[in-house]
């Protein structure tokens, strides 16, 4: 199975956090292959900005490849299938938009721990 995580699930993941489940430490271990997407990383710099993440995006940028994991570039498809994603009414964040438009373009298991994120259907997998 190959998986995408979302950013939360990425930052518990290389910091070894106990927030990150059983459940999501066997998927990642057992997973083909694991992807980080860019638009985690641009999300950790603007939330730790503004002190919504603590967390530092020089340092995520290189834990990517320190863990083994694969970078995964934001290409125009996965921002045109943002368009094609419905609108829910308590779940507008662009960063998990974007996420949920990837893994269904490549298409890759979405591995959440955001209950909100699993309405989206599809690949998701809420651990």
């Known amino acids: 199975m190959r998986v995408l995580l ?3 699930v990425f930052i518990w993941a290389v910091t070894d956090s106990r927030r ?3 459940e ?5 271990r057992e997973a083909t292959e694991v ?13 730790s900005a503004i002190g919504k993440i ?3 995006a020089d340092e ?3 834990a990517i490849a320190a863990s083994g994991f694969v970078e995964l570039p ?8 943002v368009a094609r994603l419905p609108l829910l009414n308590d779940h507008k964040d662009p960063f998990d938009r974007l996420l949920v438009a990837q893994s269904i373009v490549e298409p890759l298991v979405l591995l959440t721990a955001d209950p909100k994120v699993a309405a989206y ?3 998701i997998r809420t651990v």
Do not use: C, N, P
């Open 6 to 8: 979302d950013t939360h």
């Open 20 to 22: 990150l489940s059983k």
């Open 24 to 28: 999501a430490r066997k998927v990642i």
């Open 35 to 47: 992807f980080v997407s860019a638009a985690s990383i641009w999300e950790i710099a603007i939330k």
């Open 54 to 56: 603590k967390a530092d």
């Open 60 to 62: 995520m940028t290189r």
């Open 74 to 81: 934001i290409a125009a498809v996965h921002a045109a299938q």
């Open 121 to 123: 259907g599809g690949l």
